[in-house]
């Protein structure tokens, strides 16, 4: 699917031995060692478009999987009838990073 990986659509997982602290400003070390996987196609893997790549790490510990997506917008889009602390349905019908396990 994309520009560094072909059509690569897995990932696996790095193993760290302990938990790491979840910040985006200021990513864990860990994150260095895991494979990054990038994407840039739509969901059929067609239409490339590096303004909006999508890079994916993968860690697990014995008791936690962390995923780390950063991805590229244009513009975000949000649901303006939507509480932002609670659950959302047909969050399909916007752009999302999804994961499969």
Known sequence: MGTDTGTKDTIIATRILRPIALDAEHPAPDWQSAELIRFDSDWQGKTP?????????????????????????????????????????????????????
Request: charge should be negative; proline fraction near 6%.
């Open 49 to 101: 478009d590096l303004g909006v790549e999508t890079e994916v790490r993968a860690l697990w510990a014995p008791q936690m999987l962390y995923l780390r997506f950063v991805c590229r917008y244009r513009q975000l889009f949000v649901f303006d009838d939507s509480d932002p602390n609670g659950p959302r349905d047909h969050l399909w019908d916007r752009d999302v990073a999804e994961a499969f396990l």
